[in-house]
């Protein structure tokens, strides 16, 4: 059970009012998860202050939950992601310019699957989820500009507390492959990879979430976090995902990493995050070797076929593809078509009676069948780009959103190898993908520099008690 705004309100105007008496007298105005607090010196006749829902916040949630329940909901859950999004833009309209002005550069990537409907092979396909995608990455930015990045944490571990919590009262299991015998977990959907990656970034934001409620003193969020995260937890395992849970391991360790650097100076967070990033790079250039270490492993883990439940055959048949037109590709979303004939012996192959709703499991071979070699490296070179303005970001000022949105990435450039990740319109992780690479490019953020754990930031002295705290939006 979530707590309701009753008690997150009451906990945030305490916090609030607990930081007024260093205010001076002036008027400050405090980021909490349902909105703002305004405290300040008692003034005869003064109104109270009030507590409102936080708009960013609310839209995460609402629109996360559509993400999550979209397979049950169909057209309508895409519809509700539209209207989502057409509404919290008429809502956010003064600041569009300021959100897309710095982020264009992120705006690339789907205006290039956009207009590969130029060399399509399924031109109306290719338009209709490339405009799709735009909408998607356009939501994704806007919310990655909130000046309050800790509302829309709560809200997006909101979304997925409470769709892991009805996956398992009402989940169900799946056949694993090929093999009849082998059965897991799947939650409210057919596939167990999909409720594991899922459950994998739930237990993730629980974890963020948990750490902000010992930053900003909310017991409530806390315990609620830890309710969350072993429910996903328990999901993970039994979905017996190996790709989800290696990503998770390494990015759990990430985020301690990311953690404790973020406690130290600038010159050993300097140092130690241009380590991390040299390692990642060795990692990048010998990414055949690890991804198959990683598949073997994972493998062995849990006693599978040593293709990965057929995804080598898949990779097989993807370079022929790629022969066919290597530079750009057959058009964003243009393969997995009804009525390909390609398509269609996969789907045969893979069991899947839908006929929809498949890819390659592999990011990079996913992108040069639709766009290429081409469309590979601008994206590439892209994600580089940003990926490194939110290191340096991190570096200069270090916050938990900042370390959970690396995180974020860690987990999901590791499972690049063997998943599909962050091109997939009205889909959660492309969202949180983009959010991430946004956050880079953000200026200003009420609460992105909470008040650290400490005694003396009770007494309004040392590092828990700073200028930026009083600053009104």
């Not at 930031?457 to 705290?469: I, M, T, V």
Request: charged share 15%; hydrophobic share 50%; with cysteine.
């Amino acid at each position: 059970m979530s707590p309701n705004r009753g008690e997150l309100g009451a906990s945030a105007l305490s916090g609030a009012a607990g930081w007024a008496r260093f205010s001076d007298g002036a008027p400050v105005q405090y980021a909490t998860p349902v909105g703002a607090a305004v405290a300040g010196a008692s003034r005869p006749g003064a109104a109270a202050p009030n507590l409102t829902v936080d708009t960013d916040g609310a839209v995460a949630f609402g629109l996360f939950s559509t993400m999550l329940f979209i397979p049950q909901l169909g057209t309508l859950g895409a519809l509700l992601f539209v209207v989502l999004t057409g509404g919290y833009a008429a809502f956010s309209w003064k600041r569009l310019y300021a959100v897309f002005r710095p982020r264009a550069f992120l705006l690339i990537i789907p205006i290039l699957f956009l207009f590969s409907t130029v060399w399509s092979e399924r031109p109306a396909e290719t338009l209709k989820y490339s405009m799709e995608f735009c909408v998607t990455v356009g939501m994704a930015l806007l919310l990655s500009d909130s000046r309050r990045p800790k509302a829309v944490l709560l809200g997006v571990f909101l979304a997925f507390a409470g769709y892991m919590f009805a996956s398992i009262a009402f989940g169900q299991l799946v056949q694993i492959g090929n093999d009849v015998g082998n059965r897991a977990f799947s939650g409210l959907n057919s596939g167990k990879n999909l409720l594991a990656d899922m459950a994998s970034l739930g237990f993730l934001i629980s974890t963020a979430v948990f750490f902000s409620g010992i930053e900003d003193r909310k017991p409530l969020r806390l315990l609620f976090a830890l309710v969350a995260a072993g429910a996903e937890m328990y999901a993970v395992v039994q979905a017996r995902s190996a790709g989800a849970l290696l990503g998770l391991g390494l990015a759990v360790l990430a985020f301690i990493f990311f953690l404790a650097v973020r406690q130290s100076i600038l010159a050993v967070r300097a140092t130690m995050t241009c380590v991390l990033g040299l390692c990642l790079i060795a990692a990048a250039l010998s990414y055949r070797t690890l991804s198959g270490a990683l598949i073997d492993a994972g493998a062995r883990f849990f006693d599978k076929d040593p293709t990965l439940t057929g995804r080598t055959y898949l990779w097989q048949r993807a370079a022929d593809l790629i022969a066919e037109k290597p530079v750009f590709g057959k058009g964003f979303s243009a393969f997995w078509v009804q009525g390909n004939t390609d398509a269609e012996g996969l789907w045969r192959y893979a069991h899947i009676a839908s006929r929809e709703g498949f890819n390659f499991h592999n990011t990079f071979i996913d992108l040069l069948v639709q766009v290429g070699w081409f469309g590979l490296v601008v994206v590439a070179c892209i994600v580089v780009v940003a990926l490194g303005r939110l290191i340096v970001r991190f570096v200069a000022k270090p916050s938990l959103t900042h370390c959970f949105w690396l995180t974020l990435m860690v987990y999901e450039l590791v499972r690049t190898p063997i998943e599909y990740i962050g091109f997939t319109e009205f889909y959660y992780s492309s969202v949180m993908v983009f959010i991430a690479l946004g956050s880079a490019f953000t200026a200003r953020q009420m609460d992105s520099q909470s008040p650290p754990f400490a005694p003396n930031a009770l007494r309004g002295a040392g590092p828990g008690f700073r200028k930026a705290d009083q600053t009104a939006p």
